[in-house]
C-alpha cells in the first residue's frame, strides 16, 4: 500500500533553516509529483510548492519563492522540503503529498511539527 | 493568483443536510476536490472531479459544480462528518486551497 512516511518533529530558531523529509512505499517514486503543503496552528492548509519526482523539475509558490528548495532523491523515494530564514510565523504542520490530481485517491504523510522560538 | 472562497462555517444538527460551497473563478475551467480534516490528522479526500466519490466515502457525501461555484453536500450529516472541510484545484501547475469551512453538527 501507498505511504508517505515523514521525518521527526523540528525546533529551531529564528533565522535558521530546517529540512524535512518524506519517503513514498507502495509505488513507483518517479511516477508521481510530491508538493508540500503546511498548515500554521488553527490556519488552513497553504501550499508551498512541488517537484517533479522524475525530472527534478520545481514549482514554487510565490509566496515562498526564494525561502524554499524542494529536492528528491531517487535511489531512496525521499522527497526533500528545505525553508530558510526562518520566522515564528512557520511555525506549523509540514505536510508532503503525492500528485494524484484527478485520481480517487489522496496521499499525504503524517505531517512533521516545525516549531520556530527563540 | 487563484482564489477559493469558502464560508468560514456551518452548523446543522444531526440527520440534516450541509451545504458548504466555494467559489472562485478557476472553478469553471478546473475540476475540484474536497477534503476533510479532523484535529490532529492528515486532510482525508471526500470527493474528486467536482462530483466523484472515492471508495469508502460514505453516500452521504456528494458534490456538485455550476460555473464558477462548487457545493459539497453531506445529506443527513452524522456527528462524526465535524471538522475542517477543504476544497481545492490543481491549476497552472499550483495547489489552491480554500480557506477551510468548520463544520459542526449539533
Known amino acids: 500500500q501507498v505511504q508517505l512516511v515523514q521525518s521527526g518533529a523540528e525546533v529551531r530558531k529564528p533565522g535558521a533553516s530546517v529540512k524535512l523529509s518524506c519517503t513514498a512505499s507502495g509505488y513507483t517514486f518517479t511516477t508521481y509529483a510530491m508538493h508540500w503543503v503546511r498548515q500554521a496552528p488553527g490556519q488552513g492548509l497553504e501550499w508551498m510548492g512541488w517537484?517533479?519526482?522524475?525530472?527534478?523539475?520545481?514549482k514554487y509558490s510565490q509566496k515562498f519563492q526564494g525561502r524554499v528548495t524542494i529536492t528528491r532523491d531517487t535511489s531512496a523515494s525521499t522527497a526533500y522540503m528545505e525553508l530558510s530564514s526562518l520566522r515564528s510565523e512557520d511555525t506549523a504542520v509540514y505536510y508532503c503529498?503525492?500528485?494524484?490530481?484527478?485520481?480517487?485517491?489522496?496521499?499525504w504523510g503524517q505531517g512533521t511539527l516545525v516549531t520556530v522560538s527563540s | 493568483s487563484f482564489d477559493l472562497t469558502q464560508p468560514s462555517s456551518v452548523s446543522v444538527s444531526p440527520g440534516q443536510t450541509a451545504r458548504i460551497t466555494c467559489s472562485g473563478d478557476v472553478l469553471a475551467k478546473k475540476y475540484a476536490r474536497w477534503f476533510q480534516q479532523k484535529p490532529g490528522q492528515a486532510p482525508v479526500l471526500v470527493i474528486y472531479k467536482d462530483n466523484e466519490r472515492p471508495s469508502g466515502i460514505p453516500a452521504r457525501f456528494s458534490g456538485f459544480s455550476s460555473g464558477t461555484t462548487v457545493t459539497l453536500t453531506i445529506s443527513g450529516a452524522q456527528v462524526e462528518d465535524e471538522g475542517d472541510y477543504y476544497c481545492y484545484c490543481a491549476a497552472d501547475n499550483i495547489w489552491v486551497f480554500g480557506g477551510g469551512t468548520k463544520l459542526t453538527v449539533l
Open positions: 503529498a503525492r500528485g494524484d490530481e484527478g485520481m480517487p485517491v489522496a496521499y
Open positions: 517537484i517533479n519526482a522524475g525530472n527534478g523539475n520545481t
